[in-house]
Every structure is written in C-alpha cells, then in structure tokens.
C-alpha cells in the first residue's frame, strides 16, 4: 500500500512539474472557421488516425499520436508545438538541413514504416498546419520545455535485455500484449505493437535505446509517467528494441 | 425488467426460503429471456444448489439493470472471469457478489462469462446526459484531460468503449448507476482490484461531474456495434 501511494504521489508531482513548466496549446475550440482551420483540422485527423488518413504512406499500424501523446500536445512526449518551433535544423541522421516537412518524411520512412509523402503533398501541408497551429504563440528559434523526451542520467547498470523482459511483463503486457503485439479492438488499434512487423522499423528514433528509454520514463504506463524508475526504462528499451522488427530501409537498399 | 428488479431486492432476504426463491428465479429467467434465443447454460438461467442464477439480476440477456446492476451483454470475457475470481477471494468486495461467487467452480465462471460476452441485446433505456454532460463525457471519453494526468478513457477501454480483451471492460451501453457507483468506489478506494493502480489513479483525478458526465455519456451510446 506504502508503494501504491508513494508511486501515486510520484505520478502526481511528476505531472505538476511537467505542466507548470510548460507552454499550453490553444484548444481545439479555438480552431478558426476557413480554408486554414480545415487543414488544421485535417492535419489532427491524419495525427491520430494516421493509417485511415495517410493512407498509402503507412506502413504500419502506428499513428503519429503513438508516440507523441496527446494529439502532440504533451510536454514530455515530444509535443508538436515545441518541435515547430526549432526547425529548419542540420540533422546528422542525413547530414542535411531538414525543413519540418522533410521530418516528418522521416517519420513516415521509419517510425511509420512507410513512405514518404512528396515534399509539396496536402498531407504533409496539413500536418504542419497542425503543428503551426498547436505552436501559436510559442518562442521561434527557442528550445522549449517539454520539447523532446527528457534525457535520462546514464544507466547505473549497463540496460539488460533480461531484466527488461521480467519488467516488461510486470508494466507493460498487459497493455502491448505478451509479444509486443499491441492489442486490437472493434478492428481499431487500441495499444500499439512495440515490435513485429506492425511496428517502427531499425531506422526509426525510437529504436535508439536512449529514446526509448525516455519516452518510457516519462510516459509510460498511461497516466503513470515517471512512475518508473530509470534503470527499468533502460532495461524496457534494451529488451523492446531487442526483439525483431522491420529492417532499415536505408541499409536494406544497399 | 421489473421482474428482476424485484428478484434482486429479495435475494437479500433471509427469510425467504429455498424454494420460493428458486421459483422466481426461474419465472424471471422466462421473462428475461428473448423468445429466439438460444438457451442460456445453466449457470445463468438456475445457478448453483446454493445461489440464483446470474439471469435473476442480470437477465438472461445480460441487460442489468438501473439499480447497480451492471449489464454484460457484450461484456469483455476475459475480465468478466477476473471479477468473478475477484470476487471469491475477496480482491472486489461486494454484498450481493461475494457470497455467490464462492460457490461458484472455474468452470462456472468460464461458462457464465463466455455466454454473457456473446450477448449482444440491444441496450436497454439508460437516463440520457444534457447536452453539457454529453459534450464533457464525450471530451473525457476520447480526448481526455492531460492537464489533469487523465489519458482518454477510450485509450485504454477502446472506440467508444467497446472494450478491449482480455483486461478492460466495456463501457459503451453500460448501466450509468453502476459505472457511477464503481468510479466513486475506486476514488474512494474501496475498489481496487485494478492492474497496476491503472483506474484508482485516474478515478482519483476525476471530479463528480466528470463521473456523472462519463457514466451517463458511456450508457447513451448504443451497445456492441
């Protein structure tokens, strides 16, 4: 019972902290009528519905919102509005200036296991009117709070595959499934699928153990973040980006 | 219904005797039971030597009832067995469940909750939220309120509710007094029979009008689809 309180109290400072830090996106009630609100709202539909609304670009069963919580409103959880305002950016991962629209082709590339839509596509126009609009009033140029997953201290012990699996089964299965399958509903994605064919590929961010360990620790499990220690996030990412999934397929092509 | 309102009240009664109460159960079994049906197994229509059968307050048909009684038409099986087994140990604590379900064998359990997840009756009248408590039930229901650390509860209960298996219950088409009383119940820590402190947590986090709003917005929408 001590725990049970101590984790929720854990959870609830957690939460607080993050939120008053942060900067808060304007309502979807605040979506203006027109031309520009409908992209707006287009843009949110392919985020969270993104195999039905980007159809013949996924290549999964993920959505945008998989990963970044909330409709990518959540401090902590990579939200969109402080990702807006921090790009055009040089990226190692293709050693180029990459615009946001060239972002989110990554994404889809690798997160989504797809392909990625043309640089001039009303898909991708929509999307960062989403995320332009989600920024509205927030610092250009300014790496925000909340931007990202905040960055774990290095693991005191090295992130062992082993103890993640005996982790795994205590936080996470019955959410994602025995097998990191996921779990479906009604024919709807309900918990995405951490590994397999239906989830992000070798390419993707999260197939980084020190981005997956953050998401997790943050995040995970709903309505929990932080709840989790650190050692156990490493230990969750090194088994879940242990287990098979899609190639890269910038390294299939050679 | 009527009829198994009326059973359900009288279950309690200690002075009434065997007999009577098997008779009426059967009675309200009959009343229940939609004239197409396949029959429900035995479990559900008679019970046990020493209980009713689930029919006497659930209905063969699994519509419960607006006393507390859940309906379980549709029901999610998996979860539906983890109550029962709940319910024996003591893990759920309930006056009217307890003392059945320590009568109640695995197989049972396994065949009541599998012919109850096979229902799918129409869901029966349930008290329909204004338009304020639709809108704040339908804003929780898919979108949630992270200020509040409360993900959406279909994020985990799936479209619309409709569940999602083997662990989380269906909500669409529930009883509202029920998932009322339930809400109240994990706030107040009297229920916690939850994996991982998942619903305590964010029960805990809602206010009574968000669980008024939820409850009655969940019951007005229409049962398995």
């Known amino acids: 019972m001590k725990r049970l309180l101590l984790a929720g109290f854990c959870t609830i400072a957690f939460a607080a902290a993050a939120h008053a830090a942060g900067f808060t996106p304007p309502p979807e009630s605040a979506i203006p009528q027109g031309p520009f609100g409908d992209s707006v709202r287009r843009g949110e539909a392919i985020f969270t519905d993104t195999q039905k609304n980007a159809h013949g670009f996924t290549g999964n069963v993920l959505t945008c919102e998989n990963c970044h919580l909330d409709r990518g409103r959540k401090a902590d959880s990579a939200p969109m509005w402080a990702a807006w305002v921090i790009y055009p950016q040089f990226r190692s991962k293709n050693g180029k200036i990459n615009s946001m629209a060239m972002r989110i082709q990554g994404c889809f590339q690798f997160s989504i296991n797809g392909k990625a839509p043309p640089l001039d596509s009303a898909l991708l126009t929509d999307l960062q009117s989403y995320f332009f609009w989600l920024a509205t009033g927030a610092p250009t140029g300014k790496k925000m709070p909340g931007q990202g997953f905040p960055e774990l201290p290095k693991a005191a012990k090295t992130p062992d595959a082993h103890r993640g699996a005996l982790a795994y089964q205590a936080h996470c299965a019955l959410c994602h499934g025995d097998k990191g399958e996921g779990r479906v509903s009604q024919g709807k994605m309900v918990f995405p699928p951490l590994w397999g064919a239906q989830s992000y590929n070798k390419g993707a961010g999260m197939y980084r153990v020190n981005t997956a360990a953050a998401f997790i620790r943050a995040n995970m499990p709903y309505s929990q973040g932080g709840s989790l220690d650190a050692q156990t996030a490493w230990d969750l990412a090194a088994y879940i980006n242990s287990q098979p999934r899609p190639a890269d397929p910038r390294k299939a092509k050679k | ?225």
């Open chain 2, 1 to 225: 219904m009527p009829h198994s309102k009326s059973i359900c009240g009288v279950i309690g009664m200690a002075a009434l005797n065997r007999t009577m109460q098997k008779a009426l159960v059967c009675i309200a079994t009959l009343c229940a039971l939609p004239a197409n049906a396949a029959s429900p197994p035995r479990i559900v229509s008679q019970g046990t030597q020493q209980t009713p059968g689930c029919a006497s307050c659930h209905g063969a048909a699994g519509d419960g009832s607006l006393v507390g009684v859940p309906r379980l038409a549709g029901q999610i099986g998996g979860y539906m067995v983890k109550q029962l087994n709940d319910f024996k140990t003591g893990r759920r604590a309930s006056n009217v469940m307890q003392p059945i379900a320590k009568y109640l064998s695995a197989g049972d359990v396994r065949t009541a909750a599998a012919w109850y997840a096979a229902q799918s009756h129409p869901v029966p009248a349930n008290p329909t939220p204004n338009a304020a408590q639709h809108a704040q039930g339908e804003t929780l229901a898919r979108v949630g309120d992270w200020s509040r650390n409360i993900p959406s509860c279909n994020s985990c209960h799936g479209p619309d509710g409709s569940g999602v298996a083997p662990s989380f219950p269906a909500l669409r088409g529930q009883r509202p007094d029920y998932v009322i009383a339930q809400l109240k119940a994990w706030k107040a820590g009297q229920r916690k029979n939850d994996p991982m402190h998942l619903m305590g947590g964010v029960a805990a986090a809602l206010t009574d009008a968000d669980v008024n709003a939820v409850a009655l917005y969940y019951g007005s929408l229409g049962g398995k689809p």
